[in-house]
């Protein structure tokens, strides 16, 4: 018997035992085969991740996180990013991560050492705030909202991951919650990505400053204002006229819509 076949094996009968045997500072060893089998990196039907789902291990992945070895957070998060992955699963997955406090570790997460938990952490919170519209509430209150934004300002390592996540926050933000993004600086700083050669794309961003802007109210021309002050008009009528055609369309909407006399603003 091989021992590719004895450790696969082994990992079975781990895994079906999991959630009994679970400790959070239980063997990295041992976490880690149970969570590389459902890794990101791994190829999984939807018939999988119900399994998954349906296993009750999400309860103790959730809680892997706040494990020791920098390896298993990361494991633990490339899970929760892999049932994400799976679309007709995305409602089901927030509720249930969210349910099981993965916001609690935010905290520690964002403001880890290591680059790759950052930086995992980050894609994990952005599928979570596609997934769960209501979620920004959460994200302030707890204080992720403030993290996420210093990250973009001052973290080179992990900035188009934290641009990202901003930008979901910024789209899904409500009315009662822009003030507080408007005081942290976000809005200004996802303008400032339009003028910048970032990873993440000016379409999107255009798109999310848009749905922004679309259920702004009562703070629409606070927000337009500040979008006028900090130079992001003249970034948004540049795209408009020299962007490719997704980011002039989107361009000319927002113009359309809350600029109408925006080119003799921007000049």
């Known amino acids: 018997v091989s021992l590719e076949k004895i450790r696969l094996v082994v990992v079975l009968w781990l895994e079906n035992n999991f959630v009994t045997m679970y400790d959070p500072q239980t063997d990295a060893t041992i ?18 991740m119900r399994q998954l789902i349906n296993s009750g ?17 990361v494991a633990a998060l490339e899970v929760i990013h892999n049932l994400f992955r799976t679309w007709d699963l995305e409602y089901d997955v927030g509720s249930l991560v ?7 570790h935010y905290g520690a997460l964002l ?12 894609h994990v919170l952005t599928f979570v705030c596609i997934s769960e519209h209501w979620l920004v509430r959460e ?10 934004v210093e990250l973009v300002r001052n973290d080179p390592l992990t900035h188009g991951e934290a641009v990202s996540t901003l930008s979901q926050i910024v789209s899904r933000a409500s009315p009662v919650q822009l003030p507080e993004l408007i005081k942290l600086g976000a809005i200004t700083l996802l303008l400032e990505e339009l003028d910048s ?3 993440v794309s000016k379409y999107e961003i255009l ?21 006028r002050e900090c130079g992001g008009l003249a970034s948004i009528v540049h795209l408009a006229d020299h962007g490719d055609e997704l980011e002039g369309d989107e361009a000319n909407e927002i113009i359309a819509k ?4 925006a080119r003799n603003e921007a000049d």
């Open 31 to 48: 976490l880690l085969w149970v969570l590389n089998r459902h890794s990101r990196f791994v190829d999984m039907s939807d018939k999988d």
């Open 57 to 73: 291990l999400v309860p103790a992945i959730v809680s892997s996180l706040a494990h020791t070895q920098d390896q298993v957070k």
């Open 98 to 104: 969210l349910r099981c406090g993965i916001l609690s």
């Open 111 to 122: 403001s880890h050492p290591n680059d790759a938990v950052r930086s995992e952490a980050l």
């Open 139 to 148: 994200i302030i209150t707890e204080g992720i909202l403030g993290r996420v």
């Open 197 to 199: 050669d970032g990873r």
């Open 207 to 227: 798109m999310d400053i848009g749905a922004m802007l679309n259920h702004s109210e009562p703070y629409t021309a606070v927000i337009t204002s500040i979008i």
């Open 258 to 261: 809350f600029f109408p006399s």
